[in-house]
T-cell receptor, first 112, second 117 residues
């Protein structure tokens, strides 16, 4: 079954720097979504990129998708302390269902 | 902005007891989901629900689990006889359509943290 898998590195950066995290998956996908989770809280949808798209922007977020490598990256530019959170990628397949397969998450700490 | 709501935010129960977790999806959405996240682990899919029936369920969703949409607004997850390993954060989600361009985004609720003692 498909599975989003982030690089499991925790990332600690200074405010104002850019944060990049990666995600790889194993099977064909319909779309890939990125979510943010603040400690012990709910999942906030950030951005969705479809399998026929290569790059997408939303505010300070930039997502890329490389279906040949089965990987995606999320870039947060000009990070803020409020960006401190865990970031998850989740993939949805073409199999007619809409279940999301989540990765393990990347912990990002932005130091003020 | 419309959002998915869940109640209760926290629930503590004794092993073997039944629990019902409640969700109110976004009002014009048609697809509903339950996921869970055991502490420190991945978010895992449990079940999806459409047109008053289960669309898909994972291997986690065994006979102890059931879902229901008792009225036009609520969507519930029942665990009949809780086990210690059911302790987790349970998330409800909803989406407007399934696999339709621009409509696939799943919007998650804040979660119910279930602790089974």
């Amino acid at each position: 079954s498909q599975q989003g898998e982030e690089d499991p590195q925790a990332l600690s950066i200074q405010e104002g720097e850019n944060a990049t995290m990666n995600c790889s998956y194993k099977t064909s996908i319909n779309n890939l979504q990125w979510y943010r989770q603040n400690s012990g809280r709910g999942l906030v949808h950030l951005i969705l990129i479809r399998s026929n798209e290569r790059e997408k922007h939303s505010g300070r977020l930039r997502v890329t998708l490389d279906t040949s490598k089965k990987s995606s990256s999320l870039l947060i530019t000009a990070s803020r302390a409020a960006d401190t959170a865990s970031y998850f990628c989740a993939t949805a397949s073409w199999d007619g269902n809409n279940r999301l397969a989540f990765g393990k998450g990347n912990q990002v700490v932005v130091i003020p | 902005e419309p959002e998915v709501t869940q109640t209760p935010s926290h629930q503590v129960t004794q092993m073997g007891q039944e629990v019902i977790l409640r969700c109110v999806p976004i009002s014009n959405h048609l697809y509903f989901y339950w996921y869970r996240q055991i502490l420190g682990q991945k978010v895992e899919f449990l079940v999806s629900f459409y047109n008053n029936e289960i669309s898909e369920k994972s291997e986690i969703f065994d006979d102890q689990f059931s879902v229901e949409r008792p009225d036009g607004s609520n969507f519930t997850l029942k665990i009949r006889s809780t086990k210690l390993e059911d302790s987790a954060m349970y998330f409800c989600a909803s989406s407007p359509r399934k696999g339709w361009m621009g409509q696939e985004t799943q919007y998650f609720g804040p979660g119910t943290r279930l602790l089974v003692l």
